[in-house]
């Protein structure tokens, strides 16, 4: 269905495990993300999860991954998009759920995702002087920070 | 749509030109439960703006579960709700089975009802009960303490263990129901729990102070709910009949016969009335399931799976080998992605788990229920008194563990 809407722009589809799952391109996931909100068939109103991958060593490198329900249809559907890591750039869905905010933070915090139009893209879960993003595969389990004074 | 507080807003309806002033309420204070911060713009005692922070006792779940086997994860499963660790421990092995293929049996799955039921109940309690006592109702509490503490006798007697359950197993259990322990949580679900929840209520539901108190006191519409993503006894309040053991049944929920409690306004006293109302249908469901509760093994009976019995490790070479590789290199799970969601004590908690092959996740992210509803509270609170986000605080049940992870 989002293949028919949206052509090229969904790369592609599977329901492995009984999970709908589509790869869209970045470019538009805004358009996509609003219509599958809005459309009469599908009203995915919940965005219950969003949260990223690192697949280091592939190309694109990092996953975003949205999760939404629908509270009339009863149904879910997995979001994927592909970024490279050079310019792992997304924008952001808080126009389309508010409630999404925080964890677009959180993505950014842990993977250094950029959500573009986010309004107050800050670490969240970590301290602003944590240098890093550490659930990167490439971020050491045991690496240690520096120790930091309070706020001023 | 920041949500920054603004500092230069100034206040308007004072006849008296005052600067707001701003205070912190934690990261380390009594009615924050756990370790949150809250930065308050006030206006003499109402609050014009919020700020909530968290991560004071972030410990890297994710990235620890990277680096252990998909069984290893269990333990760590516990430390995220506290308050409920079964529910965790269910949600969890049934991401993995969902990526495994596995059907639990039938006898698994009623006793995974029986412990999930007797955790929500013990939540509720423990919510409603810390709640009353940030609004000076301790009384509540010391009834509430002690059911709790008749039901972590009985999951002692499962697992050997009160806290940090870790009861399942991807594919089952870590053991069968001890002799006559459904004896006893049936004397338990008809003694001290409705006794007590009868009491809690005498005391609370129509008394003038607590009524007032809770009011009226952080609302939320039924579309802002949703829209903030709120799941669970906090979104059922604001009218929405939202319940995953309903609308998408797992485990065997479809076949109990139960009601979902919703409420109207979305405030603190219609939370406080949902979750009175969710222990009581807890104790049918765990009735109806001890009474059709079938035979048979917990375990599924595949050795990819299932750890060989304790008595054939010693005995013979194949089943010791078989015991080494799954503790050392773990369950093979195929490469995939699933999400499992079930309807936790808090809302609806979410497994999404990444598997590239081998023994154990290259990825596990949880939803925590108390996420949206934390990230939510500054919209309960706006436009009220200190006081009441307190009051507000309590009753949307945030668990620092699963929160910050």
């Not at chain 2, 370790?35 to 410990?59: N, Q, V, W």
């Not at chain 2, 007590?196 to 209520?201: E, M, P, Y």
């Not at chain 2, 009335?273 to 059709?292: D, K, N, T």
């Amino acid at each position: 269905m989002l293949s028919a809407k949206f052509g090229s722009d969904v790369v592609s589809t599977h329901s492995d495990f009984g999970d709908d799952t589509a790869l869209v391109r970045r470019e538009r996931i805004v358009e996509i993300l609003s219509y599958l909100r809005d459309d009469p068939a599908l009203l995915f109103d919940f965005a219950m999860d969003l949260t990223g991958v690192d697949y280091l060593g592939e190309e694109p490198r990092f996953e975003v991954v949205y999760h939404l329900y629908s509270l009339e249809k009863r149904h879910r559907v997995r979001i994927k998009v592909r970024l490279h890591e050079d310019d792992p750039v997304i924008d952001s869905a808080v126009p389309v759920w508010p409630g999404i905010n925080w964890y677009e933070r959180e993505a950014y915090d842990m993977y250094g995702i950029v959500f573009r139009g986010h309004p107050n893209l800050a670490r969240i879960l970590l301290y602003e002087g944590f240098q890093g993003h550490p659930l990167r595969k490439d971020y050491p389990k045991a690496k240690r920070q520096p120790t930091i004074g309070p706020e001023e | 749509m920041t949500d920054r507080i603004e500092i230069e807003a100034r206040s308007t309806h004072l006849d008296m030109q005052a600067e707001p002033m701003l205070i912190n309420i934690g990261p380390s204070h009594p009615a924050t439960h756990a370790t949150l911060r809250f930065k308050a713009l006030l206006d003499g005692e109402t609050i014009i703006d919020l700020e909530s922070e968290f991560g004071y006792l972030h410990r890297g779940f994710e990235k620890e579960s990277e680096a252990a086997t998909w069984t290893q994860v269990i333990p760590y499963t516990d430390r995220l709700n506290y308050v409920s660790p079964l529910m965790n421990n269910v949600g969890y092995a049934m991401a993995v089975e969902k990526l495994c293929g596995i059907k639990t049996t039938e006898r698994c799955d009623y006793i995974r009802v029986i412990i999930s039921e007797l955790s929500r109940i013990i939540d509720h309690m423990v919510c409603i009960g810390t709640n009353m006592v940030d609004l000076g109702a301790l009384t509540n509490f010391w009834y509430f303490w002690k059911p709790r503490e008749e039901v972590y006798k009985l999951i002692e007697e499962l697992c050997g263990q009160r806290l940090t359950t870790a009861y399942t197993r991807i594919g089952g259990l870590m053991a069968d129901l001890p002799d006559g322990w459904t004896d006893r949580v049936l004397a338990v679900c008809r003694g001290v729990i409705p006794e007590c929840i009868a009491d809690v209520n005498a005391l609370l539901t129509k008394n003038r102070i607590f009524i007032e108190r809770t009011m009226g006191v952080g609302p939320i519409a039924a579309k802002d709910a949703v829209a903030l993503g709120f799941t669970g006894p906090c979104l059922r309040a604001a009218g929405v009949p939202l319940d995953l053991r309903k609308d998408q049944p797992y485990l065997v929920y479809d076949r109990f016969d139960f009601d979902v409690p919703i409420g109207e306004k979305g405030d603190t006293c219609d939370r406080y009335m949902v979750r009175m109302e969710e222990m009581r249908q807890s104790l049918r469901i765990i009735e109806q399931a001890i009474a059709h509760l079938p035979g048979g093994p917990v375990n599924v009976d595949d050795p990819r799976f299932t750890l060989p019995p304790k008595e054939l490790v010693y005995e013979n070479i194949e089943a010791l080998m078989n015991h080494f590789k799954f503790i050392m290199e773990g369950i093979q799970v195929p490469a995939g992605e699933a999400y499992s969601a079930t309807e936790a004590a808090n809302g609806e908690l979410g497994f999404y788990i990444v598997s590239r092959g081998g023994g154990g996740p290259y990825k596990i992210k949880v939803r925590p229920p108390c996420f949206p509803l934390f990230q939510g509270i500054r919209h309960l609170v706006k436009g009220q008194m200190v006081a009441d986000l307190i009051a507000v605080l309590g009753s949307v049940n945030i668990i620092a563990g699963e929160l910050d992870r």
